[in-house]
């Protein structure tokens, strides 16, 4: 791991900035220093460290925890592997990721849990944690899903890969009731979509358009899962955590609830905040996702929620698809955007554009991760801590190609670069190039 001095940086973190450095010993943030105070420059002038580093002004900020993704390993691994997407992950800057059930087999057991997390040992870059998938028949793995080492458990209320998907209002009463951690959910009606589809069918045949996915899977859709996970959380006293929030309706819903509670937190994704349904001309299947992307109006709401507070977390749900899985037409194309690469810049542009702060963009990519998943030692600039870093600069050009073996993206040209990320202590990337580095990342550890 070595020792790191980190000087001439614009420290970003916990709402403030300011012109300092850190000393990086053995894996772990051993000071941080602010220039503006005397006491703090001597300090850092002391420090014999194996290798000085000028950041030369740029920012760095702690390495973001992108608790949405799926990776694909086991069962989809000629999308995407746990080496691969882990590479894409540090390229970009994300130095922790919390991956979803939906594999072959799904990882609704903690046998299945144990499989993922020894080959995230053996190959991951970044540091690791796992969701346990909710279905309508283990409740006995649930209960147990903490023991096992998940960070929380997903229900999907609406279809997704690997036919995960809780359905029994039974079953999933129970699980609101007897689940120890947090319930993630994907929330979308299918009753309505399936609806709509056929609608959709009857008017243009085979030849959906794309730009008709957010009248598909419509915001009614969402909404109306949204309020029935809400209605079971606030009647068990669940901890309930709503994913990839992608509506005007739902940011106001949320709004309300969340003035009554501080059991229920909500996500959106970096796909929300940058597309609406205006870039399905230019873009087609490569942004086919679900929820779907909607209206521009749809997307000033989620950032206002953002700003807000509403929506606590910004994540990706990276999914990466073969080229010829996106091709075809609207029914064939399958369902996902790969991103973990490239969510930070794409931050960056909405804070570019006066839009976000980016003291709110580290919080909400960065602090509330760890603190709303109890992630231990990790997400903050602060002494004691790993030291999972990522400097950048926000004004120096960059391109860089996708590492995600699906080998696309919608976008990869971006006005920053990420010059350098750090996982416990060890340097991963280089100017979004990754170094020579063995996989050095973490099982992730969590305050229950």
């Known amino acids: 791991m070595g020792q790191y001095l980190l000087k001439n940086a614009v420290v970003v973190g916990e ?7 850190i000393f990086v010993r053995d894996g772990i943030i051993a000071d941080v220093f602010d220039y503006s105070l005397a006491d703090d420059r001597a300090r850092e002038g002391a420090v014999s460290a194996a290798e000085v580093i000028d950041l030369g002004g740029c920012h760095l900020c702690p390495g973001l925890i992108d608790t949405h993704v799926h990776f694909r390993e086991p069962g989809a691994t000629q999308k995407g592997c746990i080496a691969s997407e882990s590479a894409a992950a540090v390229a970009g800057g994300v130095t922790s990721y919390l991956d979803m059930p939906n594999n072959n087999p799904p990882a609704v057991t903690a046998a299945a849990l144990a499989a993922k997390m020894e080959i995230a040992a053996r ?25 096992a080492g998940a960070c929380a458990v997903k229900m999907f209320m ?4 690997g036919n995960l998907l809780v ?9 609101f009731e007897r689940s120890p951690l947090m319930i993630a959910v994907h929330a979308e009606d299918n009753a309505i979509i399936a609806a709509n589809i056929e609608l959709y069918k009857a008017r243009y045949g085979d030849g959906i358009p794309f730009r008709a996915h957010p009248q598909i899977r419509s915001a009614a859709a969402c909404i109306a899962a949204t309020r029935k996970a809400v209605e079971l959380a606030l009647t068990t006293g669940a901890r309930l955590h709503i994913m990839h929030v992608s509506t005007a309706e739902e940011v106001e819903y949320l709004a309300g609830v969340m003035s009554r509670t501080d059991k229920i937190t909500a996500e959106t994704c970096v796909q929300y905040l940058t597309f609406c349904d205006e870039d399905y001309g230019r873009f087609g299947a490569q942004i086919k996702c679900n929820p779907a992307i909607k209206e521009a109006s749809d997307r000033e709401a989620l950032i206002q929620g953002v700003r807000s507070g509403v929506l606590q977390t910004i994540s990706t749900d990276h999914a990466p698809h073969l080229p010829q899985d996106k091709a075809g037409g609207y029914l064939e194309a399958a369902s996902g955007i790969p991103l973990v690469q490239y969510s930070l810049q794409m931050m960056l542009e909405i804070v570019k554009s006066g839009k ?3 003291p709110t963009v580290i919080e909400r990519m960065c602090h509330a991760p760890a603190r709303l998943f109890g992630i231990e030692r990790r997400g903050f600039i602060r002494k004691g801590y790993w030291a999972d870093l990522v400097a950048f600069n926000m004004n120096r050009p960059s391109s860089m190609e996708p590492l995600s073996r699906c080998g696309w993206s919608p976008v990869k040209e971006f006005s920053s670069t990420i010059e350098y990320t750090f996982v416990n202590g060890t340097i991963v990337s280089r100017n979004g190039i990754l170094t020579d580095a063995q996989p050095s990342g973490m099982k992730l550890t969590y305050t229950r």
């Open 167 to 175: 359905s029994d209002p039974a079953a999933m009463k129970n699980l």
């Open 356 to 358: 976000l702060s980016l």
């Open 123 to 147: 190959d991951s870059l970044a540091n690791y944690g796992f969701y346990l998938g909710a279905t309508d028949n283990n409740i006995d793995e649930v209960a147990r899903a903490g023991a």
């Open 15 to 21: 709402g403030l900035s300011f012109n300092g450095g």
């Open 158 to 161: 609406g279809s997704s890969t």
